[in-house]
């Protein structure tokens, strides 16, 4: 017998679970029965490729014992099993659990955190909600000796060799005294059809029941064992569409998702001709918890004639539709595809490029309330791909949506061109960190004043990246406004006219900023704001930033043009002034100002605001 401490993110897990984690017990059913799906999956994959197995006369199932008088109920399956070190990687290290993952996850709401668990592949820890002791007593297929885990859950467990015939697991759990409902044969059977009814092998129920023999005095009661099968035991994803109904597919899905929520969409396809395949994908209402990290769990199950052969492969759909949920079953795939045929195999190239245009055709054609979730939840992962996937670049523009200057809520690319100019064919937008302060940019004024929708972007280390490289929308320019003319009723002879007029203040200007900005000039874009800065768009680094924000490398800053505007007072006052300190402090305060508005932090914060209290006094 061997001692071991369970790692310290396990037994903060182990805490939680026991004294926490309460709001939804019964999905430790629907976890271990899972667990004993996909170690069934494993071994079903290697007895038909590993000639060492093939021989063997076995046919996958789920075994569920219930046992009234010890007050316990086993899980048990004919499955791969575990070796000793299995044990130890996979139930006391943090290993492939992603536990560290699930427990930077928790949000302290008891009902949310249960749905994380099996979304994290920590699983198995959630029978410590209903459980005293726990044994896993497992035979790995191929070894010899078999083991037996043991803990109560409160810091330590055990692993002892022990004698078992046939690979696979069984677990045994000795419910805690107020767990006795998890002894009935109703309730066991109501939480496997919930989220188990489509496990593609059988559920086994064995229990107790009393059968009376016998009428009047002569009538005796006996206990009879009883077995039945309480799941329908097929791969939902192989039966007809016709034949099946919304909520069979939901049911499916929460096998799937290990949680209680409906899916916002779903789609079953089978294809056939030259390659043969059927695909049953979802999209979940709520984004996983990993969206966003590298090490993402893919959540795409790859099957082979029904056979399961993977769940990690992260190249069965594009990197931006990692958040879709479901499964590919090919009919042309060899059993025994390596990961590395997996990455290169024509077959799966042309599934993977069916399977993507066809889930983006169902995004687009989400409504009102559903389309509203959906890019809340996905919006900026659908930019990724907008970036990435240039076959399919198109549709993705007409899923994706952008906040607007003149409209509420979220708009589309669509959107804009139905009310847009149709002779000059711009699409305008503005990128930024801070919605508040896009809105509320110099820039915007002129394009206010004309009534010309823009369109605010304000995620910005991704928009940056993403909306240059559009370039033409439907034969529409996508178009920065900081990069360009505003609109103005101004001709250019009289723009020109501007320019001469104040050359002597924008030469006096540039003089105190120095290498600060790049150039000082008279602007016709603003109507309320005396000055404003924007990017010079000829200069090569304004491109460059692009590239280096795609490397992840620290951005060159690009040198900022500062614009006056000729009829706002302020700078009609500051051209009278011969110069002197007031004269440069008002040259400073008008860049420091105009970069406070765009989101930009002035260069000397305290010089700024030593600026504005000297002016502020002398006004007063």
């Known amino acids: 017998m061997a001692k071991h401490q369970f790692q310290t993110e396990i037994g903060q897990l182990l805490k939680l679970m026991t004294h926490s984690l309460y709001s939804n017990k019964e999905i430790f059913i629907r976890e271990l029965v899972s667990n004993s799906s996909d170690a069934i999956d494993k071994f079903n994959y290697l007895q038909l490729t590993d000639e060492k197995f093939k ?141 188990s009814n489509h496990i593609a092998y059988p559920i086994i129920l064995n229990h107790t029941v009393e059968e009376t023999e016998g009428e ?207 002779e000059k064919k711009e699409i305008y937008y503005i990128i930024g960190e801070d919605e508040k302060v896009l809105r509320n940019s110099p820039l915007l004024e002129a394009y206010k004043k004309a009534n010309i929708e823009v369109l605010v972007l304000d995620d910005k280390e991704i928009d940056e990246i993403v909306t240059p490289m559009i370039g033409i929308f439907k034969e529409w320019s996508l178009k920065d406004i900081t990069t360009i003319d505003a609109p103005d009723s101004k001709t250019d002879e009289e723009k020109e006219e501007l320019s001469k007029e104040f050359k002597a203040l924008t030469d006096k200007i540039k003089e105190v900023l120095g290498e600060d900005v790049k150039e000082v000039k008279t602007t016709t874009r603003l109507t309320s704001s005396p000055s404003c800065v924007v990017k010079d768009s000829s200069d090569p680094m304004a491109g460059m930033a692009h590239m280096f924000a795609q490397m992840g490398q620290p951005v060159p800053e690009t040198p900022l043009i500062l614009e006056i505007n000729p009829e706002h007072e302020m700078i009609k006052k500051l051209d009278k002034l011969e110069g002197g300190d007031m004269f440069a402090d008002m040259a400073w305060i008008l860049l420091d100002s105009a970069k406070l508005s765009e989101g930009l932090e002035p260069k000397d914060k305290s010089a700024f605001a030593s600026r504005v209290a000297k002016i502020a006094t002398q006004a007063i």
């Open 216 to 422: 009047g005095d002569e009538a005796t009661t006996k206990k009879v064992k009883k077995s039945e099968q309480i799941n329908v035991a097929t791969a939902l994803w192989t039966l007809p569409k016709s034949s099946l109904k919304k909520e069979e597919y939901i049911e499916f899905y929460k096998t799937l998702s290990h949680g209680d929520d409906e899916p916002l969409t779903y789609l079953h396809n089978k294809v056939e001709g030259a390659n043969e395949f059927t695909t049953l994908f979802y999209i979940p209402k709520t984004a996983p918890m990993d969206l966003y990290r590298a090490d993402y769990q893919s959540n795409i199950k790859l099957y082979v004639k029904r056979v399961f052969i993977t769940d990690d492969d992260k190249e069965l759909l594009p990197t931006y539709l990692r958040f879709v949920k479901g499964i590919i079953d090919s009919e042309d795939l060899p059993l025994n595809v390596s990961r590395e045929i997996l990455q290169e195999n024509r077959i799966l190239a042309n599934i993977k490029q069916n399977a993507t245009k066809k889930i983006l055709q169902a995004i687009k054609k989400l409504k009102d309330e559903n389309a509203t979730i959906f890019t809340e939840q996905y919006n900026k992962v659908i930019k990724e791909g907008v970036f990435q996937d240039h076959v399919n670049k198109e549709l993705l523009l007409e899923i994706v949506r952008y906040k607007s200057s003149t409209e509420e809520g979220m708009v589309s690319l669509d959107d804009y061109i139905s009310r847009g100019d149709s």
């Open 55 to 195: 021989d063997e006369n076995w046919a996958g199932k789920i075994s569920i014992n219930l046992d009234e008088e010890d007050n316990s109920l086993t899980i048990g399956d004919n499955g791969l099993g575990m070796s000793e070190e299995d044990l130890i990687s996979h139930l006391g290290t943090i290993a492939k659990s992603g536990t560290k993952s699930f427990v930077e996850s928790l949000t302290g709401d008891a009902k949310k955190d249960s749905n994380l668990i099996g979304q994290f592949g920590v699983g198995f820890y959630s029978v410590f909600m209903v459980a005293e002791q726990v044994d896993v007593i497992t035979k790995k297929a191929g070894e010899e000796q078999a083991y037996k885990f043991s803990t109560d859950g409160t810091g330590e467990f055990e692993i002892t060799p022990v004698t078992k015939e046939s690979h696979g697991t069984v677990i045994y759990v000795k419910l805690k005294e107020e767990e006795k409902e998890f002894l009935g044969k109703w309730r066991i059977e109501e939480v496997v059809k919930k989220y």
